[in-house]
């Protein structure tokens, strides 16, 4: 009896309040991944230009790094506002928030922590602390969307998408060891 009374909570009465409700999650989700978009973009145009934490970065290495940071965040957008296929979607997005998540919080942590503090450049170290804050809580806040969002969507993750997404993440990985060399 239990069961049944709990499975029904979860059942709306109308499909037309479903709809509403994937909209409305939709469109958060959407709002999360151009937030955490732009976070991560204003790492390698703004923030890699303290030198202090980074050192020297050229301006087209940082270019290209936003450019396939965005490339990566537009192909989430993409197949969610083309729906495709939702639960495709719904699997790249998670798979791309908690890389994404995951990356920043390495990248504030390994820049962070062996930083040599001074009070003569604390303008720039309030800016690449704020910044690497910001990145990660907007990463965060997009994992949590796409979850929510998945999980109205349906239940299950869909693999496929959620594969595609972690060979993005490898890619993007893969371009900066490259990079780097």
Aim: with cysteine; charged share 10%.
């Amino acid at each position: 009896m239990e069961l049944s009374a709990a499975v029904s909570a979860n059942v709306s009465a109308s499909p037309a309040q479903d709809a509403a409700n994937i909209r409305l999650r939709r469109h958060i989700l959407c709002t999360a991944l151009w937030i955490a978009a732009l976070a991560n973009v204003l790492i390698p145009t703004v923030l890699f230009s303290v030198t202090q934490f980074f050192g020297p970065a050229d301006a087209r290495y940082r270019a290209l790094v936003a450019a396939v940071l965005v490339g990566e965040y537009a192909i989430a957008f993409l197949l969610i506002l083309l729906h495709a296929n939702v639960g495709f979607a719904a699997g790249y997005t998670a798979a791309t928030a908690a890389t994404a998540a995951v990356g920043s919080s390495v990248l504030s942590y390994i820049t962070l922590t062996p930083a040599r503090w001074s009070s003569s450049a604390l303008p720039g170290e309030i800016l690449v602390v704020g910044g690497l804050a910001f990145a990660v809580l907007s990463n965060l806040a997009f994992l949590v969307a796409s979850i929510r969002y998945g999980r109205a969507i349906h239940p299950r993750l869909h693999l496929g998408g959620f594969f595609l997404g972690i060979g993005a993440f490898l890619a993007v990985v893969a371009l900066y060891f490259h990079s780097f060399r």
